[in-house]
């Protein structure tokens, strides 16, 4: 269950795969402004690369893809989005056993969201080659069984019929 509302917490923004401040306190069990006040005082362990400040279009942005439900649900306070890297450094931060396991369990759903975009990935590359083979086009993986299906059903088809014609 923990694991699935952590995914669900998991957005893309600025292409990078983070989660929000509000999201990880929850998590964490403390508060919102607890959590940006340690990050704050730690600001050299949080670099570009760990942690971004969001602007207006991108809370904007979360608001119309109901992420969140308002931009008040921030307090009038711009959100932190942590990367993965900076979620590990939460929790030198945050040392409390919850954050610990906490950490341990974001890790995990970060490392499955890896596991299924490279598993994903090698899916379309078998599913262009096959395309390619066929030369047909293929817009679901449906029709893609169905194909192969239907494929290696004549196959069988054709070489369980009876010959017919002169034998040498």
């Known amino acids: ?11 893309e923004i600025r292409g990078k795969k983070v989660m929000l401040d509000m999201d990880l306190a929850k998590l964490y069990e403390v508060e919102t402004r607890v959590l940006k006040q340690a990050v704050r005082r730690n600001r050299e362990r949080f670099p570009e690369d760990f942690m971004l400040t969001l602007d207006q279009s991108e809370i904007q942005n979360l ?16 959100p932190f989005a942590f990367t993965e890297q900076g979620i590990a450094m939460l929790s030198s931060v945050l ?9 341990i369990s974001i890790m995990r759903a970060f490392v499955m969201i890896r596991q299924f975009a490279l ?9 262009l ?9 293929f817009t679901d993986i449906d029709q893609v069984l169905n194909y192969l299906i239907k494929k290696d059903q004549q196959l069988t088809q054709q070489t ?9």
């Open 129 to 137: 080659a096959l395309e390619k083979k066929h030369n047909q086009k």
């Open 160 to 168: 369980a019929r009876k010959q017919v014609g002169y034998k040498k």
């Open 63 to 78: 608001v119309s893809q109901n992420v969140i439900p308002t931009i008040n649900h921030f307090g009038g306070a711009l």
């Open 119 to 127: 598993t994903y990935q090698e899916l379309n590359e078998k599913l």
């Open 95 to 103: 040392k409390s056993k919850t954050a610990i396991q906490i950490n």
């Open 1 to 11: 269950m923990e694991l699935e509302i952590i995914k669900k917490s998991i957005l």
